[in-house]
């Protein structure tokens, strides 16, 4: 008889070790590993004696399809996962609790079901009646969806092995399932593991598209292994702020379309609605005439989406200043700073600063560092920035603003929304954007930004204006607000 050989796995990130310990080496938690029985890790279905057989090796010339996909009958949707379902295809989706990812799930496969396809959506948290609670509250409960509350992989695959292969099926959540394969608690990394490991070889043994629901721990990462973000085809994460109606659905990995697509929604009370023109909705309560406020003409995927920035400057009390900020880097908050204060003389160690992208919006690119700094700047000597106006460069730490790509697809996104101006990288001249009928001002330092706007403060009252345009403000020197 085999001998049991216990470990300790971390139950966050999946690391093991041979004995206990407080802390986790690998994610830095403290008291998360449990012991598990190590011998059960590789399920006996899977073993197997046999020799290896020869298989025929293939060059990289040679025709190739696309794959057939799936549409989900949600354009949002379709577009972050690159087109629609590909057949035998499974995809991991994260987010907060009551963010919305049952709602977006109930919703998709409810307009697949119409269509005519078997879907098939089990949920391992709640009753069927619970799920039929929330269908008929979308008024999606005459969508022929087949239902069913189960936690066993094992009864899961039977059952969808009888009659017609489905379509999609969604695990409402992989957390909650098991398999008796292994010895382990469900919920345990060992059992996540191993149930996503079953659930994929039926995906890919039947071309049955398959969609895990995953929880989210208190940073922001989907619970459990990362091993099974990489057992999975694609990861998409939905994002959004609780006090906000917008929900973002954010490709994180995809192998069959990009990565860098996002999804607009808003939340109502009968449930999601697609937002095409995201730029539009987010800037529908923008505030005009305020100072501290910058319109940033951003990339998100192949889509451009213009975004308010908001800063608020004020002197501090406190002997360490506080530096908040929401929707952005906060690293990246604090090189624009260091660059504000190094290169164009302004001093902000004496005051709080506190940033914030309007709508619940996350930005990743440095394009955003010039409308930062923009609303920063204004924010601090009190000066209002045009309204017709938008913002984006790439900030250098020698205060040298660089180029940043598709400017032509941004200049006419803000030129459809009615912006007259652009603020933008000197190299960015000339681009192709004549089109897009912009009067463009292209900078090459960023102490050129701050002594613009510091001209239209000193314009309110100021006497301490700058003689010269490029010159660096005296009272930024001085560290006055």
Same mark, same amino acid.
């Given at each position: ?5 216990? *470990? ?10 041979? #004995?206990?310990?407080?802390? =986790? &080496? ?30 025929? /090796? &293939? *060059? ?15 354009? +949002?949707?379709? #577009? ?39 879907? $098939? ?7 069927? !009646?619970?799920? #039929? ?15 069913? !509350? ?6 899961? @695959? ?23 394969? $292994? +010895? *382990? ?42 091993? $099974? ?22 490709? $994180? ?31 529908? &309560?923008?505030? /005009? ?5 910058? @319109? ?16 608020? @400057? ?16 906060? *690293? ?7 660059? /504000?204060?190094?290169? =164009? ?48 460069? &790439? ?5 040298? @603003? ?28 000339? +681009?192709?954007? %004549?089109?897009?009928? /912009? ?41 006055? %607000?």
């Amino acid at each position: 008889m085999a001998k049991n050989t216990l *470990s300790f796995v971390c139950q966050n990130c999946g690391a093991a070790y041979n #004995r206990w310990q407080g802390k =986790c &080496e690998s994610c830095g938690e403290w008291n998360t590993l449990a012991e598990e029985d190590a011998t059960g890790n590789v399920p006996v279905s899977i073993r197997s004696k046999r020799k290896g057989r020869t298989f025929a /090796l &293939e *060059s990289l010339s040679g025709k190739t399809q696309d794959a057939p996909r799936l549409s989900s009958g949600m354009t +949002e949707l379709d #577009r972050v996962t690159g087109g629609g379902f590909v057949r035998g295809s499974v995809l991991l989706v994260g987010g907060d609790p009551g963010i919305g990812k049952s709602t977006l799930l109930t919703q998709a496969t409810s307009l697949m079901a119409r269509a005519g396809h078997r879907i $098939v959506y089990i949920s391992g948290e709640e009753a069927v !009646a619970q799920v #039929r609670l929330r269908a008929e509250r979308l008024g999606l409960s005459d969508a022929p969806v087949q239902l069913a !509350a189960e936690t066993s992989v094992e009864d899961i @695959v039977s059952t969808l092995s009888e009659g017609a292969v489905p379509r999609l099926i969604v695990i409402d959540s992989i957390q909650t399932m098991w398999t008796d394969t $292994v +010895e *382990s608690a469900p919920g345990t990394v060992t059992q996540v593991r191993a149930s996503a490991q079953a659930l994929i070889r039926f995906a890919k043994k039947t071309g049955a598209a398959i969609i895990l629901v995953g929880h989210v721990t208190k940073d922001g990462q989907i619970a459990g292994p990362r091993v $099974v973000e990489h057992m999975v085809d694609a990861v998409l994460s939905f994002e959004g702020e609780g006090s906000q109606q917008f929900r973002i659905l954010r490709a $994180v990995k995809n192998r069959f379309g990009p990565t860098d697509e996002i999804g607009v929604f808003e939340m109502t009370g009968l449930g999601l609605r697609e937002v095409t023109n995201p730029s539009e909705l987010f800037l529908s &309560e923008r505030d /005009l005439g305020t100072p501290g406020t910058a @319109v940033f003409a951003g990339i998100e995927g192949t889509r451009p989406v213009l975004v308010e920035l908001q800063a608020l @400057v004020a002197p501090t009390s406190l002997g360490t200043p506080r530096r908040a900020v929401v929707g952005w880097d906060p *690293s990246r908050l604090s090189m624009v700073l260091a660059v /504000l204060e190094a290169h =164009c003389g302004v001093k902000l160690s004496g005051h709080d600063v506190y940033l914030n992208v309007a709508g619940g919006l996350r930005i990743h690119e440095p394009a955003a560092d010039l409308a930062a700094a923009a609303a920063l700047v204004s924010s601090l000597v009190n000066a209002q920035l045009p309204t017709d106006a938008v913002y984006f460069g &790439e900030i250098s730490l020698s205060g040298v @603003v660089r180029p940043v790509a598709q400017t032509p697809a941004r200049l006419k996104e803000a030129a459809k929304l009615g912006f007259q101006r652009a603020v933008l990288p000197e190299s960015a001249r000339g +681009e192709p954007a %004549g089109d897009a009928g /912009l009067s463009l001002n292209a900078i090459n330092s960023l102490t050129t930004l701050v002594a613009e706007i510091a001209a239209r403060g000193s314009r309110r009252g100021d006497s301490s204006a700058p003689a010269e345009k490029n010159a660096t403000p005296a009272r930024f020197r001085r560290g006055e %607000g």
